[in-house]
């Protein structure tokens, strides 16, 4: 059984007992979090679309990581412009533990 979740404004292929990142999510380690905006899912051969899919996919908060630096530079030749700034997003490692 799978499931095609909304979490944050983006869409996740979600299985039972996958573990994957998402944006950021506020809560801390070991919370339980639920996702009811199921797009599609998939109960035993059948499709379930839309409006059809009142399921809700239940996770577990695992932890919280840092996505890797991102630099983005600006410069103007022969100007001495120059402007340097990086930033590292946040996400949340989460664990799928049902889906009913």
Do not use: C, W
Not at 22 to 39: M, N, Q, R, T, Y
């Amino acid at each position: 059984m799978f499931a095609v979740v909304k979490i944050a404004g983006q869409q996740f292929k979600v299985q039972q007992g996958q573990n994957l990142y998402v944006p950021h999510i506020s809560g801390k380690a070991g919370d339980a979090v639920e996702f009811s905006d199921v797009l599609l899912a998939d109960k035993d051969g059948a499709l379930l679309v839309g409006s059809d899919a009142k399921l809700t996919v239940k996770a577990e908060i695992v932890k919280e990581v840092q996505g890797d630096k991102v630099i983005a530079f600006k410069m103007k030749r022969r100007k001495g412009f120059r402007k340097k700034h990086g930033h590292r997003t946040l996400y949340t490692q989460i664990k799928v533990t049902d889906i009913a």
